[in-house]
């Protein structure tokens, strides 16, 4: 957790950001790292939409709380990018696993409270 707080977000490679996100075992990791770390960087779309897709329970929770974690920190993004995610949130909705239940429904919270964000 303290590595993704000191971490320099353009220094952050997507290599990196996979090898992490292969090693999360726990939602307040996952978490903290998407929101303190990745969200910052230049590869943040990316993984979003690489990572929602991928079977592993704590890989494809990050993706949903990068869109999270986007959608709270990110003023300057128009909100087309985030309806963008709508397909992704409805299509991944009926996940069963509870960690990504959880996630998905927070990605979609802070959509709803658009266009303030």
Excluded at 27 to 41: A, E, S, V, Y
């Amino acid at each position: 957790m303290l590595a993704s707080m000191i971490d320099d977000p353009e220094l952050v490679s997507e290599k990196q950001m996979d090898q992490w996100a292969g090693d999360f075992y726990s939602w307040d990791i996952c978490d903290q790292c998407c929101g303190n770390l990745f969200d910052k960087t230049a590869h943040c779309e990316k993984k979003i939409r690489e990572w929602v897709t991928d079977e592993r329970e704590f890989v494809r929770r990050a993706g949903f709380v990068l869109m999270a974690a986007r959608a709270v920190h990110d003023k300057k993004a128009h909100d087309e990018e985030f309806i963008a995610y709508l397909p992704l949130i409805e299509k991944y909705s009926t996940d069963k696993r509870n960690f990504v239940k959880k996630a998905v429904n927070w990605a979609l919270r802070p959509m709803s409270m658009s266009p303030t964000r």
